[in-house]
């Protein structure tokens, strides 16, 4: 142990609060933070170049973190006492764990972040396919999970691609206000050493920094922001899960799931159970479940940093790791998923019925209860089919053949974007980052 000199690692009250498992996830980031550190150290004259070149190569080989310290920011900064001598004393000036957690987190929740983003990307252009594939199989749509009116199965994959298109949108948002720098903000108000914020920032690949000392040290807003937005994102991908178990199931038996999706029973062999979507489906209640956990122990913490923002770190990796594989597996899902023939329900007719009447003369409501009384009866019988029906449908969104065809198109113009947004945002980054490589390099090399 590096900063407390009571305790060990047997002690039952430091094992209690260390974070050293929960921290392997972050590894890689805390020590391309430290190096940026070092860097900013080497810039600003507080340590030559020569301990720079030092200290870079032991971080480089900081690859083993001993489980009997705090956390991993005390192991690496031990490491580099050990190794380098009076060039790991200096490393601590202007320097916290919080900033330096604060920035790793940020880095790492980036990276999820866009991961996720590029794997959303993915599953929309398969449900653009498939719109397209669908966009004349009749499908009946439902509310109240009662049958409603004639569609396409085509017109209901654009529903659900629309509905992700938006929770993208509002993820990458999301990522700009994650995207900024809090290293150099030291424990919670800097330091006298004149550090370079937005220099650290920028070998970091961040857009920009958190200027406000206190808010960049113990803040986990932003972080939040992104995975509320995710766990939106899963919300909406339940309510399709639902769907798929429900319509698949043969009390409907309007949709087939692929064969890799279903499972028989272990007594009943003529069963087809929507098990990975059942499994998706009690997934998505963890991620809201660890959404809650988060927001419970953040409310109510004092500002600046406390003990409790580490017992938050996992949770976030949690939503972000059952969320991008959720992705996948209805991204799967869906690629393969069939459209059974549908039974013509006639009563779904009756609105169009109805507005038939109104086009003959009648008031809208006068023909909505003569059509609901024929219903009651059982005397309707609809003057048109389901095609015809399909045809009628004159207003942008609906399930026409020339509105789904320009729904399609709309929504692969905006997928492009998206596409273009994310490549553009993430080669920013690497260009950004790249300029840490480069004086790392040039440091390590000048020393060899």
Do not use: C
């Amino acid at each position: 142990m590096l900063y407390r000199k009571w305790g060990s690692k047997e002690d039952k009250v430091v094992k209690y609060t260390s974070s050293i498992k929960d921290d392997l996830r972050i590894v890689e980031q805390v020590k391309k933070v430290m190096k940026a550190h070092v860097i900013e150290l080497f810039l600003s004259g507080k340590v030559t170049k020569e301990e720079a070149n030092k200290l870079l190569y032991e971080i480089n080989s900081f690859t083993q973190v001993d489980p009997s310290y705090e956390d991993v920011h005390e192991a690496l900064e031990d490491h580099l006492i050990k190794t380098t001598g009076g060039a790991g004393s200096s490393i601590g000036l202007g320097r916290s764990r919080n900033d330096h957690v604060a920035a790793a987190l940020r880095l790492e929740m980036r990276d999820e972040t866009m991961e996720l983003l590029e794997s959303i990307l993915a599953f929309r252009r398969t449900l653009l396919n498939k719109a397209e594939e669908f966009k004349s199989t009749l499908f009946t749509v439902y509310t109240h999970f009662q049958p409603a009116q004639p569609s396409t199965f085509g017109h209901y994959l654009l529903y659900v691609e629309e509905e992700v298109s938006s929770r993208w949108q509002m993820i990458f948002h999301a990522l700009d206000l994650v995207n900024r720098s809090p290293l150099g903000s030291g424990a919670i108000v800097g330091s006298s050493a004149n550090l370079d914020r937005r220099r650290e920032a920028s070998m970091l690949g961040f857009k920009d920094i958190v200027v406000n000392t206190i808010s960049a040290t113990s803040s986990r807003a932003d972080l939040i922001s992104v995975v509320m937005e995710v766990t939106n994102l899963m919300l909406a991908i339940s309510r399709v899960v639902e769907d798929m178990i429900l319509l698949s199931s043969k009390f409907v038996n309007v949709l087939e799931l692929p064969e890799t999706h279903v499972s028989t029973s272990s007594l009943m062999p003529q069963k087809r159970n929507a098990v990975t979507m059942e499994v998706l489906r009690a997934r998505i209640s963890k991620v809201v479940g660890d959404l809650v956990s988060i927001m419970s122990m953040y409310k109510s913490i004092p500002s600046g940093y406390n003990l409790d923002l580490q017992e938050i770190n996992p949770l976030f990796w949690n939503v972000l790791d059952e969320s991008k594989a959720g992705i996948e597996v209805i991204h799967d899902m869906i690629k393969e998923v069939k459209v059974k023939q549908v039974k013509p329900d006639n009563e779904t007719l009756a609105t169009d019925e109805a507005e038939l009447k109104v086009e003959k003369g009648m008031k809208f409501r006068d023909a909505y209860f003569y059509v609901a009384k024929l219903v009651r009866e059982g005397k309707f019988s609809p003057s048109i089919t389901y095609e015809q029906s399909l045809l009628r449908k004159v207003v942008e969104g609906s399930p026409s053949p020339e509105r789904m065809s320009q729904g399609i198109s709309l929504a692969k113009k905006r997928l492009e974007e998206h596409v273009n947004m994310l490549i553009e945002y993430k080669n920013k980054v690497l260009e950004e980052e790249g300029k840490l490589r480069l004086i790392e390099n040039d440091i390590l090399q000048e020393g060899n």
